[in-house]
């Protein structure tokens, strides 16, 4: 085996910050040691005054996803590349069930095109676009022979991957059983339908009117309704996605304060872009920001209110829900109608770095920053200790973060197939320098070392976070 050590540098875990050089061999951590006290390895990666993190790990992403008469516009292969310059080792992305098709030809459908194509590590979850005795018994077979364990469900979207109450209930009994978790995009998908329907009639149809017909209070009320759901059906774990609103964090909060086994993400985009300044941009530029959940009012407090739940944990998570689209001859399908932008923001290049500007704010914790991109995404869905730590026995995924560096987000330098940054021109006071994946160095000094192939498929466990 080859062994290489990741020395001088501040190793960032959930408990703390230790100075410690970090001893890899093969694809494995072995050690970790007193700076200094081992000095050969066949390569050596100099972190000195620079933080040594857990590879991030992206729990939401959709590469290659056919939606709105498109197809996400990054392949496994380019995806997965940008999540390594990213920092991310990790990502998660969701195979898909359509209505009417087999579960587990929806998953074969995903390993064909994942397989061999990947640059860093990937697991998937399921998504259940049919719900029926034959998609439930598909669910047991999923967990206890293909290492997937979580299964995400929509209350919004009819027609496409919509479940109504009574499927979301029969599948939330079936994961109580077989120790599975429930994923939901958590909005009243026909009352939007509505309020979309009458928006058109009176002729609004820029981009804003996407964020307009799906007001905060319709994803209040259907993240109430998956917690009173998921009590009904024995407290059966479920896990919010994309949460973007104050009221829908409260009802999070709420469940999580009655011992609730309830969990949420949120991701950059909720965090940083608003309703007005983005999708309310002139003309039909706002089609960048289109995403659902969508972005909400700078004029609410929806922004610092996530921020605060990512401090109290009340918001366990921040992916990415990566699901990029061209604006030339993707986004502008919806020209003249918002209905028919497809839905979608691109930013699994980012998570690690636009996250660590949270610390720099001093909205996060450096341990809180490494907890909500790596270590927490890894225990919610049954990858811990693989990943998400730096602890000897840990897959050697490891990045090398340089405080004193700067990253400048631009379409002219980011690696995702996309023609536009929903983030262009921010500015980051961090710079991902170094990216290891299982012992294999794929970024260093800004040179990418990496290859397609390289990424191997996840199966995972069931959740740690579990009771
Ligand atoms: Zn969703
Ligand atoms: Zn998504």
């Not at 209070?217 to 407290?235: G, K, N, P, Q």
């Not at 003249?336 to 636009?354: Q, T, Y």
């Not at 704010?361 to 811990?384: H, K």
Request: net charge negative; proline share 4%; charged share 20%.
């Amino acid at each position: 085996m080859t062994t290489l050590l990741v020395k001088g540098g501040k190793v960032i875990g959930p408990a703390g910050a230790i100075d410690a050089d970090v001893l890899v061999d093969g694809e494995r951590i072995v050690a970790l040691s007193l700076p200094g006290s081992i000095t050969t390895a066949d390569t050596i990666v100099d972190a000195t005054g620079k933080y040594v993190i857990p590879g991030g790990v992206d729990a939401h992403t959709h590469m290659e996803l056919p939606f709105g008469g498109t197809f996400a516009s990054d392949t496994f292969e380019t995806g997965t590349r940008a999540a390594a310059w990213g920092g991310t080792t990790t990502i998660v992305d969701f195979a898909v069930q359509r209505t009417g098709e087999r579960v587990q030809d929806g998953l074969a459908a995903w390993h064909a095109k994942a397989d061999g194509e990947c640059h860093v590590d990937y697991a998937f979850h399921q998504i259940l676009g049919g719900v029926d005795e034959d998609a439930l018994k598909a669910m047991d077979q999923l967990v206890a022979e293909e290492g997937i364990t979580s299964f995400k469900l929509f209350m919004a979207y009819p027609g496409v991957f919509y479940s109504d109450d009574g499927q979301i209930l029969r599948a939330m009994q079936r994961a109580r059983e077989n120790g599975a978790m429930i994923m939901m995009h958590a909005e009243n998908g026909p009352a939007i339908d509505v309020l979309v329907a009458q928006a058109l009639a009176r002729g609004e149809t820029d981009p804003i009117h996407h964020g307009i017909t799906r007001p905060a209070a319709l994803e209040a009320e259907a993240t109430s309704r998956a917690i009173y759901l998921a009590e009904v059906a024995r407290d059966t774990p479920l896990y919010i996605v994309h949460l973007s609103a104050s009221g829908a964090l409260a009802r999070v909060a709420e469940a999580r304060d009655n011992g609730r086994n309830v969990f949420a993400e949120t991701c950059p985009q909720y965090l940083y872009l608003t309703l007005e300044d983005q999708l309310g941009a002139p003309g039909f530029e706002g089609a960048k920001w289109v995403c659902s959940t969508p972005l909400r009012s700078k004029h609410e407090s929806h922004g610092r209110d996530l921020w605060r739940g990512l401090r109290t944990n009340d918001l366990s998570v921040v992916s990415t829900d990566h699901c990029p689209f061209c604006f030339k001859d993707q986004k502008e399908l919806g020209v003249g109608d918002f209905s028919k932008i497809p839905n979608g923001i691109g930013g699994v290049e980012h998570r690690v770095d636009l996250l660590y500007q949270g610390v720099v704010d001093g909205q996060l914790s450096l341990e809180r920053w490494v907890e909500t991109i790596a270590t927490t995404p890894a225990r919610m869905f049954g990858l811990y200790p693989r990943k998400g730590v730096i602890a000897p026995g840990s897959d050697a995924d490891i990045v090398v973060y340089d405080p004193n560096g700067r990253t400048r987000i631009s379409v002219e330098t980011h690696h995702m197939n996309m023609d536009h940054s929903a983030f262009e021109g921010y500015e980051i006071a961090g710079k991902v320098e170094t990216v290891i994946s299982r012992g294999t160095v794929l970024l260093e000094d800004g040179v990418y070392r990496g290859r397609k192939g390289h990424g191997q498929y996840l199966r995972r466990g069931l959740s740690s976070y579990l009771v």
